[in-house]
């Protein structure tokens, strides 16, 4: 095992190429080109509207579930491609895994938030033990362990947001996309979330859209900046402009956009 | 320079621009109080008056007698069991055929169908069969349950003609004796040894008025629901999905319990509405003086609203106290009705 996955540590976990993304007739994102390695979180940082949440959502294919998004190029998820018609979405999005913006727990008893992932995918194994160990995880069964069976609401925000995080890797994604899982968190959560990506990159490759510029530079290794520009006719396509090593990315960028973004000069 | 100015001179007068009068306000906020409490004073007044009137005329004669008596000629022995009878299985029949149909539907066309003209359209048909007036139900359901499924009808001779001809065949192939003619003769004859078609629905049956009140309500039941589902916030939805859920999964786990007490109450409004109807009943011949029980699907039958306007439109005043008498006992079967639904309501709420 430990042989076997440091050799293929070097290939990328998603591999996207050309990737075109379109809302009806609207370009949204245009060729975007990155690898994600494995075990590594890779942070997605640009100004808004410019196709973050796009891509991001093509990595497990939520865009299926828009019915006007279209796109076109390959994503390579261990050699295949994302978006081949052999390639069944649900069963994908069991192997790559989505924390929303906004805490979204189940009306469910806390329990039950995380057995519902591991119980329509068949999970034949022990689920008390899956329930506690996904918690634990999350660095949330200490608040939890006593009310398992009240409703996954009754928790604060950041409490909620680590549950649905926990709900995301009781069914054993390798990856996780995060869509500024932060952003409606106070500073204390989000420091326990950012622990907690930390944590996980043990095990997990993570994606992670933020517009909190510390955030990207503390919880990431690599940093995709994108930019949006207009096009004739008024419409702006997203598009990647830089994308390296987090350190580089803000402290010697390559692009002068990048620089005036990262340093707060943008626009 | 155009910029606006921003010095605490202009604040000032910008601030004397407005005109609060808070006096005023609150004026307009205690006229518009009282006209709205006017308007449920006599909404609630008009009913009070109703419910007094009836309670008044029909309480002396709501009593046992009253409600296991069959109809009768002479008022003080007259009773209205076989409109109650009727009133039930008609509506468990309405609720079993309107509500997994009705709820079917909504969910197809909330949850699983594509948003193409073809979608639109049936919306939009739907919600206009929700405003067709109950009678033309009523046509619909004598032309195809009476006339096309009943005794004699279009789909009788229909099935006759095919075991006929079936029988004839076999005749011919096998000879009269056979064993097969013998076995297929005893599936084509009914008890008196009769060749007979498929009579369905039996005319003016429990059966013909359940489902003609189930079509009338069906459109209240799928719009219900829809709006229920609708209410559903798609963050919930996304999560499921993203956990690798199909649709179905998404539906029958996360979105139906939470929609379901909306949609229970959808149903429980269509059933209030169906139970009431008089008219469609009386087109497709419901029969308005019944002194027997209702046996199965297929038997003759009356229901409430019809005994009570059977009883108002005769001449004398004891039967117009016995119409208000079944007034009463409408009213005490909706509210029956109506309360096991909220109880049901909030036992499935109070999980979460
Ligand atoms: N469901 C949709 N239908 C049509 N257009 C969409 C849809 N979702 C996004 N877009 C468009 O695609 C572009 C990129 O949107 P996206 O949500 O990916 O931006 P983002 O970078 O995530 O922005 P933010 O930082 O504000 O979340 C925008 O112009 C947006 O209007
Ligand atoms: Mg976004």
Same mark, same amino acid.
């Given at each position: 095992m430990v042989n076997e996955s440091a050799q293929i540590a070097t290939e990328p976990a998603l591999r996207a190429e050309n990737l075109n993304v379109y809302y009806g007739s609207t370009? &949204? *994102?245009?060729e975007v080109n990155l690898k994600i390695p494995k075990n590594k979180v890779v942070a997605f940082i640009g100004?808004?509207?410019?196709g973050k949440s796009t891509v991001l959502r093509c990595f497990n294919r939520?865009?299926?579930?828009?019915?006007t998004a279209r796109v076109t190029g390959t994503i390579s998820f261990q050699g295949t491609n994302l978006y081949a018609p052999s390639v069944d979405p649900v069963e994908l999005r069991r192997r790559i895994g989505m924390v929303f913006q906004k805490p979204n727990p189940f009306p469910k008893s806390i329990y039950n938030n995380i057995a519902f992932g591991a119980r329509i995918n068949g999970y034949k194994g022990d689920m008390d033990e899956l329930v506690e160990m996904s918690l634990r995880r999350a660095a949330i069964w200490d608040e939890v362990k006593d009310k398992l069976q009240e409703s996954g609401l009754a928790l604060s925000g950041g409490q909620q947001q680590r549950l649905c995080i926990a709900r995301a890797i009781a069914i054993a994604p390798e990856i996780i996309l995060m869509d500024e899982p932060c952003s409606a968190l106070d500073p204390i959560s989000t420091l326990k979330v950012e622990e907690l990506i930390h944590e996980l990159k043990q095990q997990y490759t993570i994606v992670i859209v933020t517009h909190n510029m510390q955030q990207a530079s503390r919880v990431s290794d690599l940093t995709a900046f994108y930019n949006a520009e207009a096009l004739e006719g008024g419409s702006k396509v997203g598009y990647l402009v830089e994308y390296d090593r987090t350190t580089s990315i803000f402290h010697?960028? &390559?692009?002068k956009a990048t620089q005036d973004y990262v340093s707060g000069r943008f626009g | 320079m155009n910029t606006p100015n921003t010095s605490g001179s202009s604040l000032e007068s910008q601030a004397a621009k407005f005109e609060v009068d808070i006096s005023s306000r609150y004026r307009t906020d205690s006229i518009f109080k009282t006209l709205t409490w006017l308007a449920i004073s006599i909404a609630l007044l008009v009913l009070a008056t109703l419910i007094v009137d009836v309670l008044f005329d029909g309480l002396p004669f709501v009593n046992w007698d009253f409600l296991t008596n069959f109809p009768s000629r002479k008022p003080e022995r007259a009773g209205l069991l076989s409109a109650l009878a009727g009133t039930i299985w008609v509506m468990v029949t309405v609720a079993v055929i309107a509500f997994p149909l009705g709820v079917g539907a909504g969910i197809f066309l909330e949850e699983f169908a594509e948003d193409n003209w073809f979608t639109r359209a049936i919306e939009i048909n739907i919600n206009n069969l929700a405003g067709v007036p109950s009678i033309i139900y009523g046509l619909l359901g004598l032309q *195809?349950? *009476?006339?096309?499924?009943?005794?004699?009808?279009w789909f009788y001779e229909l099935t006759l003609a095919i075991k006929e001809s079936v029988y004839q065949l076999l005749v011919e192939a096998f000879g009269n004796n056979s064993m097969l003619l013998q076995w297929v003769y005893g599936l084509l004859t009914d008890a008196d040894g009769q060749i007979t078609g498929v009579d369905?629905?039996?005319?003016?049956s429990i059966i013909t008025g359940g489902l003609t009140l189930a079509l009338l309500v069906l459109p209240i039941v799928i719009v219900s629901t829809r709006e229920s589902l609708r209410a559903v916030p798609d963050s919930l939805r996304l999560a499921g999905f993203a956990l690798g859920a199909t649709r179905w999964q998404v539906v029958r786990d996360q979105i139906m319990p939470m929609a379901f007490p909306g949609v229970l109450t959808g149903t429980i409004l269509a059933l209030s509405r169906a139970i009431g109807e008089t008219a469609p009943l009386i087109t497709i011949g419901a029969l308005t003086f019944i002194s027997f029980l209702p046996e199965n699907l297929q038997s003759p039958f009356t229901v409430l609203p019809i005994q009570i306007y059977n009883w108002v439109s005769r001449p004398q005043k004891d039967f117009h106290d016995l119409a208000a008498g079944g007034i009463i006992v409408l009213l005490v079967v909706l509210l029956v009705m109506n309360s096991t639904a909220v109880l049901l309501r909030n036992k499935l709420q109070k999980r979460f």
């Amino acid at each position: 095992m430990v042989n076997e996955s440091a050799q293929i540590a070097t290939e990328p976990a998603l591999r996207a190429e050309n990737l075109n993304v379109y809302y009806g007739s609207t370009l &949204a *994102v245009r060729e975007v080109n990155l690898k994600i390695p494995k075990n590594k979180v890779v942070a997605f940082i640009g100004p808004s509207g410019c196709g973050k949440s796009t891509v991001l959502r093509c990595f497990n294919r939520m865009n299926d579930l828009i019915p006007t998004a279209r796109v076109t190029g390959t994503i390579s998820f261990q050699g295949t491609n994302l978006y081949a018609p052999s390639v069944d979405p649900v069963e994908l999005r069991r192997r790559i895994g989505m924390v929303f913006q906004k805490p979204n727990p189940f009306p469910k008893s806390i329990y039950n938030n995380i057995a519902f992932g591991a119980r329509i995918n068949g999970y034949k194994g022990d689920m008390d033990e899956l329930v506690e160990m996904s918690l634990r995880r999350a660095a949330i069964w200490d608040e939890v362990k006593d009310k398992l069976q009240e409703s996954g609401l009754a928790l604060s925000g950041g409490q909620q947001q680590r549950l649905c995080i926990a709900r995301a890797i009781a069914i054993a994604p390798e990856i996780i996309l995060m869509d500024e899982p932060c952003s409606a968190l106070d500073p204390i959560s989000t420091l326990k979330v950012e622990e907690l990506i930390h944590e996980l990159k043990q095990q997990y490759t993570i994606v992670i859209v933020t517009h909190n510029m510390q955030q990207a530079s503390r919880v990431s290794d690599l940093t995709a900046f994108y930019n949006a520009e207009a096009l004739e006719g008024g419409s702006k396509v997203g598009y990647l402009v830089e994308y390296d090593r987090t350190t580089s990315i803000f402290h010697n960028p &390559a692009e002068k956009a990048t620089q005036d973004y990262v340093s707060g000069r943008f626009g | 320079m155009n910029t606006p100015n921003t010095s605490g001179s202009s604040l000032e007068s910008q601030a004397a621009k407005f005109e609060v009068d808070i006096s005023s306000r609150y004026r307009t906020d205690s006229i518009f109080k009282t006209l709205t409490w006017l308007a449920i004073s006599i909404a609630l007044l008009v009913l009070a008056t109703l419910i007094v009137d009836v309670l008044f005329d029909g309480l002396p004669f709501v009593n046992w007698d009253f409600l296991t008596n069959f109809p009768s000629r002479k008022p003080e022995r007259a009773g209205l069991l076989s409109a109650l009878a009727g009133t039930i299985w008609v509506m468990v029949t309405v609720a079993v055929i309107a509500f997994p149909l009705g709820v079917g539907a909504g969910i197809f066309l909330e949850e699983f169908a594509e948003d193409n003209w073809f979608t639109r359209a049936i919306e939009i048909n739907i919600n206009n069969l929700a405003g067709v007036p109950s009678i033309i139900y009523g046509l619909l359901g004598l032309q *195809v349950f *009476v006339r096309v499924f009943g005794p004699n009808g279009w789909f009788y001779e229909l099935t006759l003609a095919i075991k006929e001809s079936v029988y004839q065949l076999l005749v011919e192939a096998f000879g009269n004796n056979s064993m097969l003619l013998q076995w297929v003769y005893g599936l084509l004859t009914d008890a008196d040894g009769q060749i007979t078609g498929v009579d369905i629905t039996g005319g003016r049956s429990i059966i013909t008025g359940g489902l003609t009140l189930a079509l009338l309500v069906l459109p209240i039941v799928i719009v219900s629901t829809r709006e229920s589902l609708r209410a559903v916030p798609d963050s919930l939805r996304l999560a499921g999905f993203a956990l690798g859920a199909t649709r179905w999964q998404v539906v029958r786990d996360q979105i139906m319990p939470m929609a379901f007490p909306g949609v229970l109450t959808g149903t429980i409004l269509a059933l209030s509405r169906a139970i009431g109807e008089t008219a469609p009943l009386i087109t497709i011949g419901a029969l308005t003086f019944i002194s027997f029980l209702p046996e199965n699907l297929q038997s003759p039958f009356t229901v409430l609203p019809i005994q009570i306007y059977n009883w108002v439109s005769r001449p004398q005043k004891d039967f117009h106290d016995l119409a208000a008498g079944g007034i009463i006992v409408l009213l005490v079967v909706l509210l029956v009705m109506n309360s096991t639904a909220v109880l049901l309501r909030n036992k499935l709420q109070k999980r979460f």
